[in-house]
């Protein structure tokens, strides 16, 4: 069972950045693969960025790419998103997710196992 806590979201003006932090605890984190998922009010949830367990290879939803960066510390059980360049379109809940998945499956949010309770990001004009 792995247990996972977001934080760092907050209000930010358009073309301004933030970092969510994503701690787990218990389990073995560094087996996991890592996503963060965001949810905007009215929309589905869709996939933002993933890392696999080693965090050498990364995978961005086109939306974010060059301006979203995701990165792993195994030691400290850790995940991170960077963002940069907001746009008011970024505003959602952001979720990290944990999962036993292969690369191709990093997309998908039906294929990971745990969630953390989200952390709110909203950018203001």
């Known amino acids: 069972q792995v247990q996972l806590v977001e934080s760092g979201g907050g209000l930010v003006q358009a073309g301004g950045s933030l970092r969510l932090s994503c701690a787990a605890s218990?389990?073995?984190?560094?087996?996991?693969?890592m996503a963060w998922f965001r949810q905007a009010p009215g929309k589905e949830r869709e996939f933002v960025a993933a890392?696999?367990?080693?965090?050498?290879?990364?995978y961005y939803a086109d939306s974010v790419k060059g301006r979203f960066t995701i990165s792993r510390d195994n030691a400290k059980n850790t995940v991170y998103l960077q963002m940069n360049s907001l746009k008011l379109e970024d505003t959602a809940v952001y979720y990290c997710?944990?999962?036993?998945?292969?690369?191709?499956?990093?997309?998908?949010?039906?294929?990971?196992?745990?969630w953390g309770q989200g952390t709110q990001v909203t950018v203001s004009s």
């Open positions: 997710a944990a999962g036993l998945l292969s690369t191709r499956l990093l997309t998908n949010e039906k294929r990971y196992d745990y």
């Open positions: 218990q389990g073995t984190f560094s087996s996991y693969a």
């Open positions: 890392t696999v367990w080693s965090g050498g290879s990364t």
